[in-house]
Structure formats: structure tokens, C-alpha cells
């Protein structure tokens, strides 16, 4: 056998073992208490984060993450942890990164359960999110097959798993269909969107007023409570204040920012970037940031109309 022949015959098998190599998992799961765990996403390869919370009877999962195999994988991760019962997928609120897997879940048996507005958004809205009419044809018909939720709430609700008590709370700020999922006993609080750790978050169904205010209100919870983010590592109420002070910082810094709209959206994230440069997402929201807390202020900004 040749030198050369060997040379291809080993490039190939080199070839065939790094294509072998298992893909990167989408979350890391972390148990935050017994019964009770966190699927972190992985460099954007879930979307989102998610939560798993199990009683004596059944299971509640908090989210269903955006890409399919993401979904799956969080799925698998229920089975291997219990044979109990899915009896309910709660979606924290209706972009697309945190319901893409809600059929997956009814599938498997779950009611998917969200604040009363959510399933009313879930395909305009998250078209709208995606470039409305200038979205792929892909990316209409993803949204086009996206599940709404089959129940609804209206500011709380109570869910009784067997030994273990979750509560609903809606909560204002990110989006008007936000819900907090409280697990009393276990001191963790899975948010959704309403907190993003070390991260600059996504305002374009937001309301700055309403969310300081419900930052605010959730802060009094305990310096013991743990807090589940939409995106970001598992949280603490210092975490919290951090993410509550970079609203105030940008609405302070549109407020301080002065002359024509360009001269005042570049002044205030300038201002934002000697402070949050190092946070996730400053580069692609940043401005975006900017200009949504601009038209809050001027009073142009749209967001989801709340169901009657």
C-alpha cells in the first residue's frame, strides 16, 4: 500500500471519526432542589431556558424551548428523571424561542397553559417578531404549526402536583401575557423573559414602566430564592437588582440624551456600553434597546393589544 494511499485512507477515517463525535448537548440540567431542575441553554443551541418541577403525581414543565431537538432532548430529560405523568407545559409568554415544542409536550400528554393573552399572539405576534411578511417561507410555516395554549388564566392560579403546590402569577414588563411560576416549597422562581442574567434583553413587546415596577415588586421575595431566566445561568436576588438596574440605566441614559433622534440614540448607548459592553447581546440589542425605550418614551411604541 502506497504512502499516499495510506495518507488518504487515514484522512478519511479521521474524517469519519470527528463526524462520529456526539453533537454538543442543547441545555446543561441543573437540579436547583429536589424534584425541581433548570435546562440552561447552551450556546444558543435551545433558544431558551426551561424547568422541570416534579410532584407525587405529575410533572409541570416550564417552557418548551425553540429548536426540535432541543424540545426532544428536554423531553428525554423528563422520562429519565421520572415516569410520572406531563400533565402541563407552562409558557412563560408567546415568543416563539419558548413555545416552538409545545406539540411535542401535547403530545406526551400535557394541557399547555399560559396567561390569557398568549394564545392570541402566538402566530401574529411571533410572525411579526420574525420579519412579518419578510419572513422565510420556512420561518411562516414554523409559525403557521406552532400549538397555542389550550388553557388559560387570567393573574393566578394554583396547580396542585401531589405534595407540591406551583403557582401562576402574571406578571407585567416584558410582554402584557407574562407569568411567573412559583415553586413555594423549593424557593425557586422560574421568570421566562422578565429576567435575563448578565444579558441585554429583547424589549420589542415591552413596557419599561411596567417591568421595573414588577422587578421591583419580585425583589421582596428573599435573598434565598433562586431565580430560573429566560436566557443567562441560574440567578440570585443580587442578579435580579443587576438586571433591574440596567433598565433603569437605559431609561436614564434616553432621558439624559439630548438633540435630534440619531444624536440621542447614539449618546445613550454609548452611555449603556461603558456600564454593559460585556453583557450577552449588547452588540445585536443594544440599539435596539435604544430605540424601543426611545418610542416608549415618545409615546410611538406598539405592543400586542391585551385581549378584551
Known amino acids: 500500500m ?18 462520529a463525535q456526539p453533537a454538543p448537548p442543547a441545555f446543561e440540567l441543573q ?30 414543565v416550564v417552557d418548551s424551548l425553540y429548536r426540535e431537538t432541543a424540545s426532544r432532548a428536554l423531553l428525554e430529560a423528563v422520562r429519565k428523571l421520572t415516569d410520572l405523568p406531563i400533565r402541563y407545559l407552562v409558557n412563560t409568554h408567546h415568543h416563539i424561542d419558548h413555545v416552538a415544542g409545545n406539540r411535542l409536550f401535547a403530545e406526551a400528554g400535557a394541557t399547555v397553559l399560559a396567561q390569557r393573552n398568549v394564545p392570541a399572539w402566538v402566530q401574529p405576534e411571533n410572525l411579526r417578531l420574525l420579519g412579518g411578511e419578510q419572513a422565510s417561507a420556512e420561518q411562516k410555516e414554523q409559525v403557521a404549526q406552532l400549538l397555542q395554549p389550550q388553557l388559560t388564566f387570567n393573574e393566578r392560579m394554583s396547580l396542585d402536583l401531589g405534595g407540591r403546590r406551583v403557582e401562576l402569577q402574571h406578571r407585567l414588563g416584558h ?22 442574567r448578565r444579558s441585554i434583553p429583547n424589549l420589542v413587546d415591552a413596557n419599561l414602566v411596567q417591568w421595573r415596577a414588577t422587578l421591583e415588586t419580585l425583589g421582596l421575595t428573599g435573598e434565598d430564592t433562586r431565580f430560573v431566566p429566560g436566557h443567562g445561568g441560574v440567578a440570585s436576588a443580587q442578579d435580579l437588582r443587576e438586571f433591574a438596574g440596567y433598565l433603569d440605566a437605559l431609561d436614564q441614559a434616553v432621558a439624559d440624551a ?14 449603556l456600553r461603558a456600564r454593559y459592553a460585556a453583557w450577552a447581546y449588547f452588540k445585536g440589542l443594544g440599539a435596539a434597546n435604544v430605540r424601543d425605550a426611545l418610542a416608549e418614551r415618545e409615546g410611538r411604541k406598539r405592543v400586542p393589544a391585551p385581549r378584551p
Do not use: C, K
Open 2 to 19: 502506497t504512502y499516499r494511499l495510506l495518507l488518504v485512507l487515514g484522512l478519511l477515517l479521521s474524517h469519519l471519526a470527528v463526524r
Open 175 to 196: 410582554t402584557g401575557g407574562d407569568t411567573a411560576v412559583w415553586v413555594p416549597d423549593a424557593q425557586v422562581m422560574f421568570l421566562g423573559d422578565l429576567l435575563w
Open 31 to 60: 437540579q436547583l432542589a429536589p424534584g425541581v431542575y433548570a435546562a440552561i441553554d447552551q450556546g444558543g443551541r435551545a433558544g431558551s431556558n426551561a424547568g422541570i418541577v416534579i410532584g407525587n403525581r405529575a410533572v409541570l
Open 258 to 271: 439630548q438633540g435630534p433622534e440619531e444624536t440621542r440614540s447614539a449618546a445613550a448607548l454609548e452611555a
